[in-house]
């Protein structure tokens, strides 16, 4: 008899069990909500593998004592969800899973809307891939859509401590882990491949003078290796390859990108997934020091989705080399990123007066919008005023890099604001 592996015997059994998702799960999160009221909405789940998208639509089921009904994307066709819906209308308040929904075709997804419209059955889809592309609009206005997040270190780091304390395999074997960085960076966030990983790392350990099974960076490093050498596209090896990818876009060597490019296609990567990735490095490795760039990769995204492959590897492939050969910048990334760190230590600064939207007549009494000045009114579009909330008059948080497109922004800044920011 072949044993349950870790990560089915670690699933949760209960919301409070599940990892992560605190923005969802917290004492006031909407999920804990749905629970108490025992009120489920049809939803759409969208997030990476392994963050508990199946769990969690079993687990509102559970609390709800509702009939449970599942479906994958890849295997079933319009007969059977037709089938579960026929049997739904016998069963009064059916929740109906469907795994990787943006597997279903648009006839597939049709067949389910009148029924979630009707409550027949109460929709829980799972996805990874963004629903605004995937998912036919009109059954995404009947759910609400519910990002779930890469679970973070201390996630990850909880879900180890609780198999080796509670599984009943684990908590019977004397086990060392000496390190959990390699645990950590191989599972990618994702809880099963962290549970497959650790599974395999105990098999493999040998005891030390302790007597004791002995984990350490080395031995995980060693089997997730060997483990790529025959994973598929959701394996370890997805994320060094795609690391890489844009690393050498970044690095502005083309070569090295059309060549991760052309690995990513040979291992059956979703062209898709390469081309989100496209339009993320345009803007934070390009950014301003060539905008174009993002207009290509966001074309590149919809010429892919529209052509489809193996054509559309020609796309990705000039998209990559333009991308690769731009000039690079990442300044509108580190301006977010600074801004958010600015507002996260500043906290909610009052809007000066002049630039608050005076909607009432109370709010004109007390100055709203007074001062503004429009800026088209003067003929070069710009009026010197405060922008700022009083403490940060002067910071400066985007910095122009020394390219020739972002110096020309650089100069018109000076020109504009003088000794203000002090550019």
């Known amino acids: 008899m072949v044993a349950t592996p870790l990560a089915e015997r670690m699933r949760p059994r209960s919301i409070q069990e599940v990892a992560g998702q605190k923005h969802l799960l917290g004492p006031e999160g909407v999920f804990t909500r749905m629970v108490e009221s025992k009120t489920i909405p049809s939803m759409i789940l969208w997030g990476p593998p392994g963050v508990g998208k199946t769990t969690l639509a079993r687990l509102l089921a ?6 449970f009904k599942t479906l994958s994307a890849v295997s079933a066709g319009v007969k059977e969800v037709r089938e579960v819906i026929k049997e739904a209308s016998f069963a009064y308040g059916t929740i109906l899973f469907i795994d990787e929904i943006h597997r ?20 829980i889809g799972a996805t990874t891939e963004n629903p605004s592309f995937e998912v036919n609009s009109a059954l995404i206005s009947r759910s609400q859509v519910y990002v ?28 060392n882990i000496k390190e959990h960085k390699a645990l950590l960076r191989y599972s990618g966030g994702d809880a099963r491949r962290l549970m497959n990983l650790l599974e395999l790392s105990v098999e493999a350990a040998k005891k030390n003078e302790k007597d004791e099974l002995l984990i350490d960076d080395d031995l995980v490093a060693l089997i997730a290796q060997e483990k790529a050498v025959h994973y ?3 394996g370890d090896a997805h994320y060094d390859i795609i690391s890489a990818f844009i690393k050498s876009i970044r690095g502005s060597d083309p070569n090295a990108a059309v060549y991760w490019l052309a690995r990513m296609i040979e291992g059956g990567e979703d062209p898709k997934f390469i081309a989100r990735r496209l339009i993320i490095s345009a803007a934070e490795d390009i950014g301003n020091a060539n905008p174009t760039a993002l207009i290509m990769a966001n074309n590149c995204m919809q010429a892919v989705h529209f052509v489809g ?25 580190a301006a977010i990123k ?17 630039l608050r939207n005076a909607a009432t007549s109370l709010m004109k009494e007390l100055g709203y919008s007074e001062s503004y000045i429009y800026p088209h009114n003067d003929p070069q579009g710009f009026h010197p005023q405060e922008y700022m909330p009083e403490s940060l008059e002067g910071k400066i948080i985007y910095q122009p890099k020394q390219n020739p497109r972002e110096q020309e922004m650089l100069n018109r800044l000076k020109n504009m604001w003088k000794n203000k920011y002090n550019y």
């Not at 559970?62 to 009939?67: A, D, F, M």
């Open 62 to 67: 559970e609390s709800t004592k509702r009939p």
């Open 104 to 123: 279903f075709s648009k006839s597939q997804q049709d067949a389910l809307l009148n029924a979630v419209e009707k409550g027949i059955v109460t929709l």
């Open 148 to 175: 779930l997040e890469n679970l973070k270190k201390e996630d990850l780091l909880q879900l180890v401590h609780r198999a080796l304390s509670q599984d009943v395999v684990l908590k019977k074997k004397e086990i």
């Open 232 to 234: 598929d596209k959701k």
């Open 309 to 333: 492959m193996p054509e559309g590897r020609i796309i990705l492939s000039q998209t990559t080399t333009y991308l690769a050969s731009s000039p690079k910048s990442n300044a509108a990334y």
């Open 338 to 354: 600074d801004a958010q760190k600015i507002v996260k230590t500043t906290g909610d600064l009052p809007v000066p007066l002049h």
